[in-house]
Structures are given as C-alpha cells and as structure tokens.
C-alpha cells in the first residue's frame, strides 16, 4: 500500500461530497491559531479518520504535536503511513466513555472533528462534549464541523440538499469524484488493506449507524450545558457548519 496515494484518494473522495472542506478546515485551523498565538498547538484530531486534519496542522503549524483517535483499521492504517510518524495514532471507540485513557498524558490546546460524529446518538454526543471539554486546557477549543441545518430554514435547506446531491451525483456519473461506495469497494479490493477491511467489517457489521443531524442550535446548546463558558457557530457553508466552544 502507498498511504500517500490511499490518503490523496481519501481526500478527493471526500471533496467530492462535500466541495467546500478545505473551507471548513480552514476556519477551524483559523481558530487553532487564535488559540495559541500562532504556536505550534497541542491538537487531538478527533475520529480523524486518514488524518486529514492532522496533515494539514501540520502543514500549517510545523511542530505541532498531533494526535489521531479513530476506530477504523482501515482509515487508521493510512493515517500511520501517511503521517508517518509525525502523530500518535490511538485506536478508541468514542461510543465508549473510557476512550480518554488511551490518549497522551497531556491536555490540549484544541480538539477538532469533522464529519464523524453524526453517527453518535443523542445522548451519547451531550455526553461525549463533556468527555471532551475535559481533556482541554484552560482556554482551549473544541471545534465540530457536520451536517447542521439552519433550524429556522427547513424548506431551503432541503433545496439545498436536493441541489448538492444533483450535484454530487452528476460529479460521480462524470468519473470526477468517488463515491462513498465505490472507494470502500477499492480500498477491500487492496490486497495491503484486505484484512483491515475485514476487521472493519467485524467493528462494523450493519454499517454505520443510521445518521443524527440535529441543527446548530441542539449543538450550541449542548455544548453549553456541557460546561464550556463560550460557545458560538464558527463557520457555515450551507446545511453544514462548525460550532466551537472554548473550556
């Protein structure tokens, strides 16, 4: 396996769905230096996946101390190739309130997500807000960028998911991008990523539970009964937007 190529191909996929990502991570990298001044941060990329977030820390803040959590053998195999070192990588389930014990001995300047925790429930996302706030140092932020809808737009909203989706599917028509099927069926078919997919498999055997979008406000709100003293939207493109709260 080439994690590289794998991460590169992670990447567009990704882009595919969601043409504005780069902005969304830009915003929340925005704040990270905010946060520090500048500094190389303390960050723990959260359910980060191939580290996408971490790369681009990196890329834009040399020095920075990163951390990747994730579940995913398959995702998490890449992340270790193509950070080659320059992250710790910690296999944990967010599902599970005891996931903080395998992280680093250290607090953070900043924990961002994005794109992962739709697959949480209710209450176990209110929950896991304050899990998170915990591990932050004084003044430090947690940053989650998903799919939330404007709560007063319901009917635009939909418009504008019934356009995105028009587009994406025109896109994948076209051998422009990758669906999210399609890159998984590859990714199995590798025979280096073979037995990860398996393993994958055994985590995941229905899949992914079914998705949870709740608009920004219920966001807003939790994070807020979970104890952090600022609490806002950072950024919004869309029916999707990134709320952050500062311990």
Request: aromatic share 8%; no cysteine.
């Amino acid at each position: 396996m080439n994690p590289y190529i794998w991460q590169e191909s992670w990447d567009r996929q990704q882009a595919g769905f969601m043409p504005d990502r780069e902005h969304r991570f830009d915003a929340m990298l925005t704040a990270v230096g905010a946060v520090t001044g500048g500094a190389p941060p303390r960050l723990l990329d959260l359910a980060g996946g191939t580290g996408s977030i971490s790369l681009r820390t990196l890329a834009r803040f040399p020095g920075a101390r990163v951390t990747v959590l994730d579940q995913d053998p398959v995702l998490l195999a890449i992340a270790e190739g193509s950070l080659a070192g320059r992250a710790t990588i910690v296999d944990a389930d967010l599902g599970d309130p005891g996931w903080r014990a395998k992280l680093p001995h250290e607090e953070f300047d900043a924990v961002l997500t994005a794109t992962a925790l739709h697959w949480l429930p209710a209450e176990r996302t209110a929950a896991l807000y304050a899990e998170i706030r915990e591990v932050l140092r004084p003044d430090g932020i947690f940053v989650n960028a998903d799919h939330m809808p404007e709560e007063g737009l319901p009917d635009f909203s939909r418009r504008l998911r019934d356009q995105a989706r028009a587009e994406r599917n025109a896109r994948y028509a076209s051998g422009a991008a990758t669906s999210w099927e399609e890159w998984w069926k590859r990714a199995a078919a590798d025979e280096s990523l073979a037995a990860k997919a398996v393993e994958r498999a055994r985590i995941y055997p229905t899949g992914h539970a079914a998705e949870w979008n709740p608009p920004a406000t219920w966001h807003v709100d939790a994070l807020r009964a979970a104890g952090y003293r600022e609490v806002g939207m950072l950024w919004r493109g869309g029916t999707d937007a990134a709320v952050l709260g500062v311990r």
